[in-house]
């Protein structure tokens, strides 16, 4: 499903792989986090995501046109995970409002790890 703007003018049509790529980019610029993980952690292990894959550690889904979004996260050893959490929202709810000028419902966080340092 794609997220429908509409004005005098007509309609606007956002895919969800598009917002789902801003809302990783947006992540990607807060402190204390190491990466995006992908969504299925299997045997306790999850694995960083490469800028190319973003959207894989991000789920988007839009009910009675507002967005819905769901991160998949691995945060810096020794950051406080509640307040790292909270400037993801904060940031992804106003990248995506500004950017693409959508309604966001919900942005939750789903830590899938905690590493020592950055990854480069």
Known sequence: ???????????????QEVISIIAGLATMECY????????????????LLGKENLNKGVEVNIQDGRVIVDLYI?????????????????KVKYTLEEYTGTEVGEININVQGVRVGEVG
């Open 74 to 90: 691995i945060v810096e050893y020794g950051i406080n995970i509640s307040e790292v959490s909270n400037n993801i929202i904060d």
């Open 1 to 15: 499903m794609n997220q429908e703007l509409r004005n005098e003018l007509g309609m606007i049509t956002i895919s």
């Open 32 to 47: 204390g986090l190491v990466g995006m993980a992908s969504q299925r952690v299997q045997d306790g292990i999850s694995d």
